[in-house]
T-cell receptor
Framework: AAGVIQSPRHLIKEKRETATLKCYPI?????VYWYQQGPGQDPQFLIS???????DKGSIPDRFSAQQFSDYHSELNMSSLELGDSALYFC????????????FGAGTRLSVL | DAKTTQPNSMESNEEEPVHLPCNHS???????IHWYRQLPSQGPEYVIH???SNVNNRMASLAIAEDRKSSTLILHRATLRDAAVYYC??????????FGAGTRLTVKP
């Protein structure tokens, strides 16, 4: 079965650079979530989108922005990168209905040097 | 958001049952109890969820206290591949998920 695809899997950037992470949800899933997981920490919710509209916002820094496109894929844009942005970034997708289960991708590991 | 409390870590022997507890004394009547797990170097993975009644699926069972202030995830026969961090999460219908501090399960051969 198709899963959530994230690209790239690994990304190395310098401080103050920008980065774009991409997420391709499972086909027919209309909701996308982004999470950040720092080293040794639990995943922290950043932002979510439903039908291309932002649906909820968590602890996403102002330097980050995201959107969901007409084909339901999503991109997380990160500017003025800081050392503390080094983390695993997970995307999850969900379909409507009663089960309300999120399916996670394998994540993008961002290293800021 | 209603808060959950889980032990930091637990150990189990392979092939034995494991009971992972979760306290959620401030749960509201519309909150579902979800369990996810995160294997090393992987994204979180859905395990099971329930509202009031006990639930079973191919991965685990979920036992929910009658007052819903606590629940227990039951792995009937732990394997080495079950070693992971297990998260108990409360969420209202269609609400977004907030991970707390989960339980790191170690399975000994």
């Amino acid at each position: 079965a198709a899963g959530v695809i994230q690209s790239p899997r690994h990304l190395i950037k310098e401080k103050r650079e920008t980065a774009t992470l991409k997420c391709y949800p499972i086909p027919r899933h209309d909701t996308v979530y982004w999470y950040q997981q720092g080293p040794g920490q639990d995943p922290q919710f950043l932002i979510s989108f439903y039908e291309k509209m932002q649906s909820d916002k968590g602890s996403i820094p102002d330097r980050f922005s995201a959107q969901q496109f007409s084909d339901y894929h999503s991109e997380l844009n990160m500017s003025s990168l800081e050392l503390g942005d080094s983390a695993l970034y997970f995307c999850a997708s969900k379909t409507g209905g009663t089960k309300n289960i999120q399916y996670f991708g394998a994540g993008t590991r961002l290293s800021v040097l | 958001d209603a808060k959950t409390t889980q032990p930091n870590s637990m150990e189990s022997n392979e092939e034995e049952p494991v009971h992972l507890p979760c306290n959620h004394s401030t749960i509201s009547g519309t909150d579902y109890i979800h369990w996810y797990r995160q294997l090393p170097s992987q994204g979180p993975e859905y395990v099971i969820h329930g509202l009031t009644s006990n639930v079973n699926n191919r991965m685990a069972s979920l036992a929910i206290a009658e007052d819903r202030k606590s629940s227990t995830l039951i792995l009937h026969r732990a394997t080495l591949r079950d070693a992971a961090v297990y998260y108990c999460i409360l969420r209202g219908y269609n609400n977004d998920m907030r991970f707390g501090a989960g339980t790191r399960l170690t399975v000994k051969p």
